[in-house]
C-alpha cells in the first residue's frame, strides 16, 4: 500500500514538471469551476423564482380574500367558492385556505385541508406572520404557507385569521432533477475535460516540441541550420525569430573565432619561426661578436612584434570580457589630442609629414576613460603616418555634437578601396598594397579602436578614397560634456 502510495506520488511529480500536465490541469481545473460556478448559479437562481412565485401566489391570494371581508363581509357565496371550491379545480399546485374568526372558531376551509396538513402546528408556527415558510404536510409533500389577519367590514366590525398553504411538491421535484443532472453533468465534464484539455495542451506545445527537436540537432558543426517559422502562433513564431537571430550571431561568432586562431596561428607563427631559423643558422657553425649580435638584434625585434601581438590580444580579451569596467574621468578632448600630436610628432616630422590639430573655439569636455581614448587615437595616428607619404598631412580634431563627442583623424595618405571599407575593423584584416605586413603591423589596430568605442557605448566609422587619404571618425556620448 505505501509502495504503491510512492510511486503514484512520484509519477504525479514527473507529470507536473511537464507543460502538458500542468496546461491540462490548468484547462481541467478552470472549466470544472466554471461550469460548476454556472450551474450552482442557476440552481439558486431557480430556487429564488420558483420561491418568488409562489410567494407572490400567496400574496395575491391573500389580497383577494382581505378585499373581500373588507367590502363584502356578508357574501358568504363568493367566499365559498373563492376558499373551498376555487382550489379543487386545480390538478398541480393545489392550495388550502382557511379562515377562523376572533375566537380562533373555523368559517371556512378549503376540502382535503385537514388531511394534509397539520394544522395544530400550521396554527402555532405561523399565526399572525405576513412571511410564507416552507412546511411538510402528512404525507411527506412540501408546502409553502402563511398566515394573515384581515378586517371584517367597512368600518371594521370584526378581525379574521387568513391561513393559506400551497403545495409545492412539483417544483421541488424539478429541483431535485435539476440537482440530479447538475451532478451527472458534473461528473461528465470532469472526465471530459482533462481528456478535450490534454489534446489541446498537447496541440499547443507541439510547435514547442519541434522546436526543440530542431535545437537538439544543432551543434558546433550545422550551425547553419534554423527553426522554420511559418505557420506557428505569433509568441512562438517570435521566439523562433529570435533563436534565429541569436543562431545568426553565434555562426558569425564561430566563423569568426575559427578565422581569428587560424590569424593568430599564422601570426605567431611567422615570428617563432624567424627566431627559430635566425638561431639555427647563427648555432650552425661558429660566429663572430657582431654576427652573433646581429642575429639577437633580429629576434629582438621579432620579440618585441610577439610580446606586442599578445599584448594586443590580451586588451581585446579584456575589452570584451562582462566584468571590464572603464576608469571614467573628466577629460578635456583638446588636451589629449594634443599630447597624443606631440608624442607622434618626431616620427611623422622624419617621415616628412605635418601633424597637426583643429578645434573650434568651445572646449570639448566629456567623460571618459583617458587611457583607453590615447590608446585609440594613437593607434589611428600611427597608421595615418605610416601610410601617409611624405609632404602629406595628417590632422585631429574633435567637436561636441548634440548628444556626442566627435573625434576626426584625417590623413592624405594612400587610402583604403571600397572593397576593404566594410572589413577593416576586423581582426587581423590587412588591406593589400601600401597597408601589407610589411609595414609591421599586427592587424589588430582598427579592431581596438573599435572594442575602445564599444566599451564607451560608441562607434567608430570610416570612410576613404584611393589617393586621397583617410579620414576615421570616433563616436561617443557624453553625458558629462561641457
Not at 512520484?10 to 490548468?26: D, E, I, M, P
Not at 418568488?52 to 363581509?73: G, N, Y
Request: charged letters at 25%; aromatic letters at 8%.
Amino acid at each position: 500500500m505505501s509502495w504503491n502510495w510512492r510511486i503514484s506520488l512520484a509519477s504525479f511529480s514527473r507529470g507536473w514538471r511537464t507543460l502538458a500536465f500542468r496546461l491540462t490541469a490548468g484547462y481541467a481545473l478552470a472549466g470544472l469551476f466554471l461550469v460548476f460556478a454556472a450551474t450552482a448559479s442557476l440552481y439558486f437562481v431557480l430556487r429564488s423564482e420558483l420561491e418568488k412565485s409562489t410567494d407572490l401566489f400567496l400574496a395575491d391570494k391573500l389580497h383577494v380574500i382581505r378585499t373581500m371581508l373588507r367590502e363584502r363581509p356578508d357574501d358568504w357565496d363568493a367566499l365559498h367558492e373563492e376558499i373551498e371550491l376555487e382550489s379543487a379545480a386545480r390538478k398541480y399546485e393545489q392550495f388550502y385556505v382557511r379562515l377562523l374568526n376572533s375566537q380562533n372558531r373555523l368559517l371556512l376551509m378549503t376540502p382535503g385541508m385537514a388531511e394534509q396538513l397539520d394544522l395544530s402546528k400550521f396554527k402555532s408556527s405561523f399565526h399572525q406572520s405576513d412571511h410564507a415558510a416552507p412546511m411538510q404536510g402528512k404525507s411527506g409533500q412540501m408546502f409553502r404557507v402563511t398566515s394573515t389577519t384581515a378586517e371584517v367590514g367597512s368600518p371594521p366590525t370584526a378581525t379574521d385569521t387568513i391561513q393559506i398553504a400551497i403545495d409545492v411538491s412539483q417544483k421541488e421535484k424539478l429541483l431535485a432533477r435539476y440537482r440530479f443532472w447538475f451532478w451527472t453533468f458534473l461528473t461528465a465534464t470532469s472526465i471530459l475535460f482533462p481528456l478535450i484539455g490534454y489534446q489541446i495542451a498537447r496541440h499547443g506545445i507541439r510547435p514547442v516540441e519541434e522546436m526543440a527537436t530542431t535545437a537538439r540537432n544543432i551543434t558546433s558543426t550545422n550551425l547553419r541550420e534554423r527553426i522554420q517559422t511559418e505557420g506557428y502562433p505569433f509568441e512562438l513564431a517570435s521566439l523562433a525569430a529570435t533563436f534565429n537571430e541569436m543562431l545568426d550571431r553565434l555562426e558569425e561568432s564561430f566563423e569568426r573565432i575559427s578565422r581569428f586562431s587560424a590569424d593568430i596561428a599564422h601570426d605567431l607563427r611567422t615570428p617563432v619561426n624567424n627566431i627559430r631559423g635566425e638561431t639555427e643558422v647563427a648555432l650552425a657553425r661558429a660566429r663572430s661578436t657582431d654576427e652573433y649580435r646581429e642575429v639577437l638584434g633580429s629576434c629582438l625585434e621579432e620579440a618585441v612584434r610577439l610580446s606586442d601581438l599578445i599584448g594586443d590580444l590580451l586588451f581585446l580579451a579584456r575589452a570584451e570580457s562582462p566584468l571590464n569596467q572603464l576608469r571614467r574621468e573628466r577629460v578635456d578632448v583638446g588636451q589629449l589630442l594634443n599630447g597624443v600630436r606631440e608624442y607622434y610628432e618626431a616620427s611623422a616630422t622624419d617621415s616628412g609629414i605635418v601633424l597637426a590639430t583643429a578645434f573650434g573655439d568651445k572646449a570639448v569636455i566629456g567623460e571618459m576613460d583617458r587611457m583607453l581614448i590615447q590608446r585609440a587615437v594613437g593607434n589611428l595616428v600611427s597608421n595615418a603616418v605610416a601610410h601617409t607619404p611624405a609632404g602629406g598631412s595628417v590632422v585631429l580634431g574633435a567637436e561636441a555634437e548634440a548628444a556626442a563627442i566627435r573625434i576626426e583623424v584625417v590623413d592624405t595618405g594612400a587610402g583604403i578601396p571600397t572593397e576593404d571599407l566594410p572589413r577593416v575593423f576586423d581582426r587581423f584584416y590587412r588591406v593589400d598594397s601600401s597597408r601589407s605586413k610589411v609595414s609591421g603591423g599586427t592587424g589588430l589596430g582598427l579592431a581596438i579602436v573599435q572594442s575602445i568605442m564599444a566599451l564607451h557605448g560608441g562607434k567608430a566609422e570610416i570612410t576613404s578614397q584611393l589617393g586621397q587619404g583617410t579620414r576615421v571618425t570616433l563616436r561617443m556620448p557624453f553625458p558629462g560634456a561641457a
